[in-house]
Structure formats: structure tokens, C-alpha cells
């Protein structure tokens, strides 16, 4: 249970983090363009965790990604297509239809995983302090094919905060999952927490993630360091590789590719 406070002690840190820690506004990454004096997005998308910022009123965002994993016995592909709108200039919705191949030895099963529909409030955005956290909730059916993706319907609220200071950007979220199976009618609980340090340079972000998870009383730690890039205003590629170790003694290798398009579906820039 005491892994469900290092979210809020993480997140109060951000928020407390302070204004006499970075220089003025234009020192701090993510704030130059602010709009109407919010945090403006160093990044859209990243690898493992949420990022903090919602679309605009109207806008639309599309993603398409690949996540390969690797173990020496079974591999694991999942390539979701993810769309975001922007309801306000805080409030988005959001839904992901995930494709999955899973190989376990000489058995593979290819289909669709758990559709899952999203709503994210971003409550706090001050491009003067670089500070801005968010929090929503996430819903998932049940797999659609079998013996891929989870036989449960799925429930995972999350926080997210951000912090701006220096040339540096953190990124936190906070999740936890609760798990209704289908078939056995029991429950299954997760929490995990993913830290992302952002190092903006114009176009280019590399980027560190971090994140340590708990599900079902097995633990996880998986490190990502990546490199997003803008092709355009409207497009963002981005490629991150990385390792995943846990309580069963076989590590994983991990692979991520994502391509991100965004257009306003009311024609406002």
C-alpha cells in the first residue's frame, strides 16, 4: 500500500516546486508559446507514460504506434490507433483500438486487444511557474479477440503533473487499474508510476522514462530512453528503445515507434 503514495508526494512536489528554481518564462521549455499563459506541449505523445496536456476546443489527435517486447521465450507487438479531441481547451475524450500479436514459443495469436475510451480535465496550466497537472480516467472492455489482450473489463483513474525548469521538463503520471475479470470473477489491483525527464533542443526532445509498477503484488521496473522529433507543425515522429525487468526473473527488451498527427476540425490554428 505504500506504493500508493509516491503519486501524491510526487505530484505535490511539482506543484510545490518552485518559481525561485528556474529563471523567467522564456528560460523555461514548454513556455515560449504559452497560449493565454498556459504551459504550451514540449512533446504530444510519449512512450510509456501520459503527457499533461489536453487538445485545444476542436482539435484532433491522431496516433499511430508500434510496442514491441521481447523475453526469451515469447515476444509481444502491439500497434494501437489512438484519437483525441478536444471538447474545450481543457477537456478532451479520447479512444485507442489496440491490434495484438503474442507469440509464446511456438504459439502465436494475432487480434484486438481492449478497446478503451479516455476523458482528461487539465485543472492547472501557468506558463509563468512551467507548473500544470491533469487527471482523468480511462475505460476499457474486454478483449475482443481470444487469447489476446485481458478478459476483464478494465478501470484506471490517473494524475498527472509537470514541472518546467531550466532546460529540463518532468513529466509524471500516476495510474491505478482495477481489473474485473470475466471468467473467474475476482478482481486484480495495479498501480504505476511513470517519470519523464524531457530535454527540448528546438525540433528535437530526447527524452528518459522511467516507471515502476505493481500488478497483482508482482512488481515491474522499465526504463525508455527515446528521441521525438516535429516534421511540421502538425506531424511528430518519435522512436524510444529500452529494458523491462520484473519479480519473474526474465527480462524484456522493448522497442517503440509512434507517428502523431493533429489538425483543427473548427479551422482555428
Do not use: C, K
Amino acid at each position: 500500500m505504500r506504493s500508493l503514495l509516491i503519486g501524491p508526494v510526487v505530484l505535490a512536489l511539482f506543484l510545490s516546486g518552485g518559481a525561485g528554481a528556474h529563471g523567467s518564462e522564456d528560460d523555461l521549455p514548454g513556455t515560449e508559446d504559452a497560449d493565454q499563459g498556459g504551459v504550451s506541449e514540449v512533446m504530444q505523445e510519449l512512450f510509456i507514460g501520459e503527457m499533461v496536456h489536453a487538445q485545444e476546443q476542436w482539435e484532433l489527435q491522431g496516433t499511430a504506434a508500434g510496442a514491441w517486447t521481447h523475453r526469451t521465450h515469447s515476444d509481444a507487438l502491439e500497434a494501437p490507433l489512438t484519437l483525441e479531441l478536444g471538447l474545450t481547451d481543457r477537456l478532451q475524450i479520447a479512444v485507442e483500438v489496440p491490434l495484438l500479436h503474442e507469440r509464446d514459443g511456438d504459439r502465436g495469436q494475432t487480434g484486438l486487444g481492449n478497446v478503451a475510451g479516455s476523458v482528461l480535465y487539465n485543472a492547472l496550466s501557468q506558463g509563468t511557474t512551467g507548473r500544470a497537472v491533469s487527471f482523468g480516467i480511462e475505460g476499457a472492455a474486454p478483449a475482443v479477440s481470444d487469447d489476446v489482450g485481458e478478459d476483464a473489463v478494465l478501470l484506471e483513474p490517473f494524475v498527472i503533473g509537470y514541472l518546467a525548469s531550466g532546460a529540463l521538463a518532468l513529466n509524471a503520471s500516476v495510474a491505478m487499474e482495477v481489473a474485473v475479470s470475466t471468467q473467474r470473477r475476482d478482481t486484480e489491483l495495479g498501480v504505476e508510476l511513470v517519470l519523464a525527464a524531457l530535454f527540448p533542443r528546438g525540433a528535437l526532445v530526447p527524452s528518459v522514462e522511467a516507471g515502476v509498477a505493481v500488478d497483482d503484488g508482482q512488481f515491474s521496473f522499465v526504463l525508455a530512453p527515446g528521441l521525438t522529433g516535429r516534421l511540421s507543425d502538425s506531424v511528430e515522429v518519435g522512436a524510444a528503445a529500452g529494458a523491462r525487468v520484473d519479480d519473474a526473473g526474465d527480462p524484456a527488451l522493448l522497442a517503440a515507434l509512434h507517428v502523431t498527427w493533429e489538425g483543427s476540425l473548427s479551422g482555428r490554428d
